[in-house]
C-alpha cells in the first residue's frame, strides 16, 4: 500500500492499495477516505456521480413525495372490491381452509391471474385479525403508493439538475391525475401490487445507474436479480418488462463480465422458473385458467385499437405523453458524454419495454375493465420522466403538463354507459351506493336486498346436495346429483357472475363458472365469435348439467342462456356433454385437475401440460362430441 499526498488543500489522506479490486465486486476498498475538493472535480465518472447525488433534504422528498401523497388519499376516497376482486378473495378463502391455490374445493383450477398477490393476501389474512376485503384495499393502497414513491425517488437519482433548475415530479404527478389509477389501487386486483413491482424495480436499477457504484455501498446482484425476476408472477404479462429490465441491469452492470450475467439471469428466473413447474404440475397447464378462458395468445386486433382509444382518449394522453417525451430527448442530448450512453439506456429501455407491454394487449383486445391492463404499461412508460428538471422552455411544459392533470383529475371520466364492451367496472356499484362504502360482501348483500346468497348457504350449511340453477329471484330447486360425484362439494350452483356469489357461500359450495375463468371445460372451449373482452367463452349450461346432475332427470328451463333466456335445456345437448367429458383430451383435462395429487400424477401433468393447453374443442356439446369421441 502506498500514501499519495494530494496537495497544499488537502482535507484528506487517500490510502490507495498497490492494484485495485476486482473487477465487477462493485465493493470500495474500505480505507478509502473522503476525496479532497479538488479530486472531486476530476472527471472520473464515479467521483462526479458521488458528487451529483448528495442526500435529498426534507423539503425536496416532500415535494418528490405529494403526488404519491395525494394518490394515498384518492385511492382512499375511491376504495371498493369488484366481482373480479372477489375471485382473488375467494381463492384466498381456499387457502387458508387447507385447499389449495384453487377456486373451488377438490378441483385443481388457477382462478388467479396473480400467483403473487394470491400469495401476499393469503399471508397477510393468516397473520391478521382483520377482514380479507380491508386487508385487499389496504395492501392495494399501500402497493400503489409505495410503487410511486420509490419510482419518483429512482428517477431523481437519474435527474441532474443544472444551476437553478428544479426537479419536479411531473411524470408522477401525469400517472396519479388519472382516476383510472384510484380506482384499480383497490377493486381487490393486483393493481397496487402491480405499481409496486415496477416502482421497486426501477428504484434497484437506480442504484446501480448514473450514480453507481458508491462508497460503502456493495452490489448485491442476488437481490436486484431476484426482484426483476418477480414480473411473472405478479402478472404472466410482466414477463415482458421483466426481460427489458434485466436487460437494462445487465447492461448498466457490464465490468462483471459474462459469467456475472449469467449468474443474474439465474438469480432472475429461479423464482419464476419454480412457479412454473408448479403451476405445470398442480394445475397442469402452462398458463392460468384464465389466460385460456380469455385466449391470450389470440389476436383481436381492432377490438385492441379500441380499448387504446378507449384510454387514451378519455383522458387526453396524447398531450402529457408529447411533452414528457420532449423533455426525455432533451435530457438525453444535454448529458455528458461519458455518461451519455446510461442515461440513454435508463430512458429508452422502460419506454420501448411499455410499448411492447401495451402492444400486447393491443393484440389480444385489451380487457373489459376501462384503462386496467394498460395502466402498467403506462407506469413503466413514465418511470424516466417520473422527476423532471425544469428550467426555461422546460419549465413552461411542466406547467403545461400540471394545468392538464389537473383538467384530468377533475373534469375526465369514462362515460358510465362505456363503449365497444368497455366499461368502468366501479361506476355502477358506486352509483347505486350513493357514496356509501363498496368494500366488503355484505356491503353488497346490503345494497341489492337479496337474500339469495344467505339461502345457499344455508342449503350446503343444512347438508343439502344438488345442482342448482342459479338466477336471482328464481327458486333455488337442486337437481339430483350423478352418483359417485366426490362429496367434497355435494352442492353445485351454477350462476353468474361468480365473484361475489362465490365468496358469500363460501369455500365449501362449487360454483360452475359460466364465463369459463374458473371452469376446466369451459376455459377449452372454442372461440367462434369475438364478443365482450373477457367474456367470450359462454359455457352453455348443458355442460354443467351433463357433468353434474343424474341422467334421466326432468330437466329445468335455463334462465342464464345469455340473452337467449329463459329457455328449455336441451336433453340432446346434455347427453353430448356427458359423453365428451369421457373422450379424449377433455377427458385428460378433468382428470388432470379431479385426481388426487399424488407424485405420479403431478409428474403426468408435467408432461401433459403443453398439450392440455393447447387444446380446444367445440363449445356446443353435440359439436364437441363429434370431435374428440370416437364413434358409437
Same mark, same amino acid.
Given at each position: 500500500m502506498r500514501i499519495r499526498s494530494i496537495g497544499p488543500r488537502t482535507r484528506a489522506v487517500a490510502l490507495l492499495p498497490d492494484s485495485p479490486p476486482a473487477s465487477g465486486s462493485g465493493i470500495s476498498d474500505p480505507s478509502t477516505a473522503q476525496l479532497s475538493a479538488d479530486d472531486d472535480q476530476s472527471t472520473t465518472p464515479e467521483r462526479r456521480s458521488r458528487r451529483r447525488s448528495p442526500r435529498l433534504s426534507a423539503g425536496t422528498l416532500v415535494v418528490l413525495l405529494a403526488p404519491a401523497a395525494l394518490l394515498l388519499v384518492m385511492a382512499w376516497h375511491y376504495r371498493w372490491i369488484g366481482d373480479d376482486g372477489f375471485i382473488n378473495l375467494r381463492v384466498v378463502q381456499q387457502v387458508v381452509s387447507g385447499h389449495g391455490p384453487v377456486f373451488n374445493r377438490g378441483e385443481r383450477v388457477e382462478a388467479g391471474t396473480s400467483p403473487l398477490w394470491i400469495a401476499v393476501l393469503s399471508f397477510a389474512d393468516l397473520v391478521s385479525p382483520f377482514r380479507l376485503e380491508w386487508i385487499a384495499v389496504v395492501l392495494g393502497i399501500v402497493g400503489s403508493v409505495v410503487g410511486v414513491a420509490l419510482g419518483t425517488i429512482g428517477t431523481r437519482r437519474v435527474v441532474q439538475p443544472r444551476g437553478r433548475e428544479l426537479a419536479l415530479p411531473i411524470g408522477a404527478i401525469v400517472f396519479v391525475a388519472i382516476p383510472a389509477v384510484w380506482t384499480y389501487s383497490t377493486a381487490g386486483l393486483e393493481? #397496487?401490487?402491480?405499481?409496486?413491482?415496477?416502482g421497486t424495480s426501477w428504484y434497484l436499477l437506480t442504484r446501480r445507474g448514473l450514480v453507481a457504484p458508491r462508497i460503502h455501498r456493495p452490489d448485491r446482484p442476488a437481490i436486484v436479480s431476484v426482484v426483476l425476476g418477480l414480473g411473472p408472477i405478479v402478472r404472466p404479462d410482466f414477463l415482458v418488462v421483466s426481460i427489458g429490465f434485466l436487460v437494462l441491469h445487465l447492461v448498466l452492470n457490464r465490468r462483471g463480465g459474462w459469467s456475472r450475467g449469467l449468474l443474474a439471469i439465474a438469480y432472475a428466473a429461479a423464482v419464476p422458473f419454480a412457479v412454473e413447474v408448479f403451476r405445470m404440475g398442480y394445475y397442469g397447464l402452462l398458463v392460468p385458467n384464465t389466460a385460456l378462458a380469455k385466449e391470450a395468445t389470440r389476436s383481436n386486433w381492432s377490438q385492441g385499437w379500441h380499448y387504446l382509444a378507449d384510454f387514451a382518449n378519455t383522458y387526453w394522453l396524447a398531450i402529457p405523453v408529447v411533452l414528457l417525451l420532449g423533455v426525455l430527448g432533451a435530457r438525453i442530448l444535454r448529458a455528458d458524454t461519458d455518461e451519455r450512453f446510461a442515461t440513454a439506456m435508463l430512458a429508452i429501455v422502460p419506454v420501448v419495454t411499455s410499448l411492447v407491454l401495451a402492444l400486447y394487449w393491443i393484440r389480444v383486445g385489451g380487457d373489459w375493465m376501462h384503462a386496467r391492463v394498460l395502466l402498467p404499461a403506462f407506469l413503466c412508460f413514465l418511470l424516466p420522466t417520473l422527476v423532471v428538471a425544469t428550467s426555461?422552455?422546460? =419549465?413552461?411544459?411542466?406547467?403545461?403538463?400540471?394545468?392538464?392533470?389537473?383538467?384530468?383529475? *377533475? #373534469?375526465?371520466?369514462?362515460?358510465?354507459?362505456?363503449?365497444? #364492451?368497455?366499461?368502468?367496472?366501479?361506476?355502477s356499484p358506486a352509483a347505486f351506493a350513493h357514496g356509501h362504502e363498496i368494500v366488503t360482501i355484505d356491503d353488497y348483500r346490503e345494497l341489492s336486498k337479496d337474500e339469495t346468497w344467505d339461502r345457499i348457504r344455508a342449503l350446503a350449511d343444512s347438508g343439502t346436495k344438488g345442482v342448482i340453477l342459479f338466477h336471482p329471484g328464481k327458486d333455488l330447486e337442486p337437481l339430483p346429483l350423478a352418483p359417485g360425484h366426490r362429496s367434497t362439494a355435494p352442492l353445485v350452483v351454477r350462476g353468474l357472475p361468480i365473484g361475489m356469489v362465490s365468496y358469500a357461500v363460501g369455500p365449501d359450495v362449487y360454483i360452475a363458472d359460466g364465463y369459463a375463468l374458473a371452469d376446466p371445460v369451459g376455459s377449452h372451449l372454442r372461440i367462434e365469435k369475438r364478443g365482450r373482452p373477457g367474456h367470450e367463452k359462454l359455457v352453455p349450461t348443458e355442460w354443467v348439467v351433463g357433468r353434474f346432475a343424474r341422467p334421466g332427470i326432468s330437466l329445468p328451463l335455463d334462465y342464464e342462456a345469455f340473452g337467449q333466456g329463459p329457455k328449455q335445456l336441451s336433453e340432446r345437448q346434455v347427453e353430448a356433454a356427458r359423453r365428451a367429458i369421457g373422450c379424449g383430451d377433455?377427458?385428460?383435462?378433468?382428470?388432470?385437475?379431479?385426481?388426487? =395429487?399424488?407424485?405420479?400424477?403431478?409428474?403426468?401433468?408435467? *408432461?401433459?401440460?403443453?398439450? =392440455?393447453?393447447r387444446f380446444r374443442v367445440a363449445p356446443t356439446p353435440t359439436a364437441a362430441a363429434r370431435e374428440i369421441c370416437p364413434p358409437s
Open positions: 393493481g #397496487g401490487l402491480s405499481f409496486a413491482w415496477l426555461g422552455w422546460r =419549465l413552461v411544459l411542466a406547467a403545461a403538463v400540471v394545468v392538464w392533470a389537473v383538467w384530468c383529475g *377533475f #373534469g375526465l371520466r369514462e362515460s358510465p354507459a362505456g363503449h365497444h #364492451g368497455i366499461i368502468d367496472p366501479r361506476w377433455l377427458r385428460d383435462v378433468l382428470e388432470a385437475v379431479d385426481e388426487p =395429487l399424488t407424485p405420479s400424477r403431478f409428474l403426468q401433468n408435467l *408432461f401433459d401440460a403443453p398439450r =392440455l393447453t
